[in-house]
């Protein structure tokens, strides 16, 4: 199947499955805390995130607290998430970076966003299109696997797969595939073994199909 009629089909199907309401996954109140718990979530699913961050941001109401909070017991508090050492180190630091570079708020460009410790491409996207509303490839594993079996992109690493996309993909749809993709990667197409017979997207599918 030609590529544009290929990801024709495979988003009309997901419009009809999903939706086109845009959500996130994590659960967060203001734009940092967003961001703080899109850093947890590397490695880590995001219920169990959700469930460390409901007591995490009470215990740590604000910017200006997670900034001055120990290190060791910012690890014990966030440990269940996985990577905790690195993790904690890279929440104190962008919290002082956001506070004494840029007043208190998120920012809003990727440049500055990377530019905060721990924060890559993916952290800085998922800022960028839940809090900004900017449209925005969020390569995550689910959005990695699914697209090569999709046979969308070819791509294999995770910043020439966002701008592969970016290129082939509707603009209208770039978040919308982040938060579809995610779902099918939860539900059907599972890692290590995807519910191929099952999947509304099988005819479409190059993995399946071979076409």
Not at 53 to 66: I, Q, R, S, V, W
Request: proline residues 4%; aromatic residues 8%; hydrophobic residues 35%.
């Amino acid at each position: 199947m030609e590529i544009k009629s290929r990801i024709k089909a495979i988003i009309e199907l997901l419009d009809k499955e999903y939706g086109t309401d845009e959500y996130c996954f994590l659960e967060y109140d203001t734009p940092w805390q967003l961001l703080i718990a899109t850093v947890l979530s590397a490695q880590c699913t995001d219920a169990r995130v959700n469930l460390v961050t409901k007591d995490l941001f009470k215990k740590y109401p604000d910017l200006d607290a997670f900034a001055k909070a120990d290190l060791k017991e910012l690890e014990k508090d966030i440990k269940s998430t996985g990577f905790f050492h690195n993790k904690a180190k890279n929440i104190i630091g962008l919290s002082n970076a956001i506070l004494s570079r840029f007043d208190g708020e998120v920012p809003r460009k990727i440049e500055d966003l990377t530019s905060l410790p721990g924060v890559g491409r993916k952290t800085a996207n998922v800022i960028r299109c839940h809090i900004y509303k900017e449209p925005c490839i969020v390569v995550d594993t689910h959005v990695k696997r699914i697209s090569g079996k999709l046979g969308v992109t070819k791509e294999d690493d995770p910043v020439k797969i966002e701008f592969d996309l970016m290129k082939k993909l509707p603009k209208d749809h770039w978040t919308l595939w982040n938060k579809d993709l995610i779902t099918l990667g939860r539900t059907v197409c599972k890692a290590p073994v995807p519910m191929c017979e099952g999947c509304f997207l099988k005819e479409v599918c190059k993995h399946y199909s071979g076409r």
